[in-house]
């Protein structure tokens, strides 16, 4: 990826950009702990229902797992419905960790994303923390200047106001951001107002 003349923002994705994702891990776990009935939503890659409200911040994690067992019929602990939801996360490799802080020293960072809370703490908690090779630790905080999340916002991409509302808050100007998203539907919406976009196909593009 060749970052153009004049850009002084990159905001990522997480999702496919950053961290990996595995259907098939997610719904194997699913079944493994008998949510076979909610399966079809990460196989069908819906985002709907309890997914949708779980994205938009409209449900807690508990009620999301309660919604879980009604759909299912089954006494599932909170602990076994997390997991198994998380298993959708594959990781962030010590090389786009490496390569957000290097672009980090000359441009501002941050971070957008569709997400919930039960992935966001995964992320935060587990695969954003890095050891350099100085031995400095690196947290979450270190890589962006500031991170949006759907559920916060109760705004998810596509939506044009989700990208109006980041570039207020983080006031930066469209022509100087770029964006880096693996959906071409996301990177139309930020190209509408102006926004610079890299459709990230395979999750390794922009690093290239």
Same mark, same amino acid.
């Given at each position: 990826m060749t970052i153009e003349k004049g850009i002084r923002n990159i905001v990522f994705d997480l999702g496919g950009v950053l961290c990996g994702l595995s259907g098939e891990r997610c719904i194997s776990a699913l079944q493994s702990v008998g949510a076979d009935a909610i399966a079809h939503y990460v196989a069908e890659h819906k985002v709907e229902?309890?997914?949708?409200?779980? +994205?938009?911040?409209?449900i807690s994690t508990h009620a999301f797992c309660d919604e879980v067992r009604h $759909?299912?019929?089954?006494?599932?602990? #909170?602990? /076994?419905?997390?997991?198994?939801?998380?298993?959708?996360?594959?990781?962030i490799s010590d090389?786009?960790?490496?390569?957000?802080?290097?672009?980090r020293g000359s441009y501002r960072l941050f971070l957008l994303s569709n997400t919930n809370d039960m992935?966001?703490?995964?992320?935060?908690? #587990?695969?954003? !923390?890095?050891?350099?090779?100085?031995?400095r630790r690196y947290l979450v905080g270190d890589y962006f200047e500031k991170v949006f999340?759907?559920? +916060?916002?109760?705004l998810a991409k !596509? /939506?044009?106001? $989700?990208?109006?509302?980041?570039?207020?808050? &983080? #006031? $930066?100007?469209?022509?100087?951001?770029?964006? $880096? #998203?693996? /959906? !071409?539907?996301?990177?139309?919406?930020? &190209? /509408?107002l102006g926004i610079h976009t890299f459709h990230n196909r395979n999750i390794d593009d922009w690093l290239l």
């Open positions: 229902d309890l997914f949708l409200r779980a +994205e938009l911040g409209e $759909i299912t019929g089954r006494a599932l602990a #909170d602990e /076994s419905v997390v997991w198994a939801w998380n298993e959708l996360l594959t990781g090389r786009r960790k490496a390569r957000l802080l290097e672009l992935h966001w703490r995964r992320c935060a908690d #587990d695969f954003f !923390p890095f050891t350099a090779a100085d031995g999340l759907s559920y +916060e916002l109760h !596509p /939506s044009e106001e $989700i990208f109006r509302r980041v570039l207020a808050d &983080a #006031d $930066i100007a469209a022509e100087q951001t770029l964006f $880096i #998203d693996d /959906s !071409p539907a996301n990177c139309a919406a930020a &190209a /509408s």
